[in-house]
């Protein structure tokens, strides 16, 4: 099963969420071990190359999560028992996931072309800048960038805990749906 379905999610929205959670929590440890990286570290360069090609591909993916979102069936609560307010966090929470997910790609894309230059993507593409800046545009988008990483775990935390609330104490299959999909 490729797609959703009115009670559980297929391959696809299965496989977009932990490529990207999993790449998200990669590239928020590679964006801390990168802050304690003086010019002169051997992998200085290297590790901001990879952050900024991942971090593309990864505003893609999300671009197409969000494409595949809106196009398919969400499938509904797996808790019937779930309150109001359950089912309002879940969506507000799931909305906060992705705004912030693309504000901090964005901002990382702002850090990166402060200078004018666009970002070369494993030497594969270049994603082009946008033809002005704004003063000080790199340590703007830089604080911006930070506080939002932050935040992103944060809320992708509080998501994974209610999964396994749900999951452990309330003993439903929200947890399973975005694991394996039905036959």
Do not use: C
């Not at 590790?47 to 090609?53: A, G, M, R």
């Not at 990382?108 to 200078?115: C, E, F, P, V």
């Not at 999964?163 to 439903?172: E, G, V």
């Amino acid at each position: 099963m490729l797609k959703n379905t009115k009670t559980d999610y297929g391959w696809i929205s299965i496989l977009l969420h932990w490529i990207m959670a999993l790449a998200i929590f990669g590239m928020f440890g590679l964006g801390l071990y990168m802050v304690e990286l003086t010019y002169y570290d051997a992998w200085y360069k290297g590790s901001l190359d990879l952050h900024k090609s991942i971090g593309i591909l990864l505003l893609g993916l999300l671009l197409i999560r969000t494409l595949w979102r809106g196009i398919n069936t969400n499938p509904d609560s797996a808790d019937e028992r779930a309150s109001k307010f359950e089912v309002t966090s879940a969506h507000l929470v799931h909305l906060g996931l992705y705004l912030l997910m693309f504000t901090l790609m964005v901002s990382g894309y702002l850090i990166s072309t402060a200078d004018g230059r666009g970002i070369n993507v494993f030497e594969v593409f270049t994603v082009p800048a946008i033809p002005f800046a704004i003063d000080n545009q790199e340590d703007i988008a830089g604080q911006i960038h930070e506080i939002l990483a932050w935040a992103l775990i944060a809320v992708a935390g509080i998501h994974a805990l209610a999964a396994l609330k749900h999951h452990f104490i309330n003993k439903n299959n929200t947890l399973i749906r975005m694991l394996k999909v039905k036959k």
